[in-house]
């Protein structure tokens, strides 16, 4: 098993910048890659980022790239996500993940093995 706790949500205004992380602990070992999801009301989870176990590798979602920058630290098991000109419509609630295999990127919700609780990021206008 490998549990992800996620920091860092809150509340920014637009075109500010936040940085999640998401410590890793247990079977770090059997990662392949981690992700970033996140969820507004009313919708479906959606891929933001992943980079893989080695940090050699990251893939973003359109929406999100030249803004937001996934790196990982693998001596601390920690995964970052660097938001910057954040806006409205960044505002949801975001997951860290995990997942066991291959190929890179993993980008389906149903890729991901484990999952953290959640930390809400609020964008105002």
């Known amino acids: 098993q490998v549990q992800l706790v996620e920091s860092g949500g809150g509340l920014v205004q637009a075109g500010g910048s936040r940085r999640l992380s998401c410590a890793a602990s247990?079977?770090?070992?059997?990662?392949?890659?981690m992700g970033w999801f996140r969820q507004a009301p009313g919708t479906e989870r959606e891929f933001v980022a992943t980079?893989?176990?080695?940090?050699?590798?990251?893939y973003y979602a359109d929406s999100v790239k030249g803004r937001f920058t996934i790196s990982s630290d693998n001596a601390k098991s920690t995964v970052y996500l660097q938001m910057n000109s954040l806006k409205p419509g960044d505002t949801a609630v975001y997951y860290c993940?995990?997942?066991?295999?291959?190929?890179?990127?993993?980008?389906?919700?149903?890729?991901?093995?484990?999952w953290g609780q959640g930390t809400q990021v609020t964008v105002s206008s």
């Open positions: 247990g079977r770090t070992f059997s990662t392949y890659a």
């Open positions: 993940a995990a997942t066991k295999a291959g190929p890179f990127p993993r980008v389906a919700r149903n890729d991901y093995n484990y």
């Open positions: 980079i893989h176990w080695s940090g050699s590798s990251t």
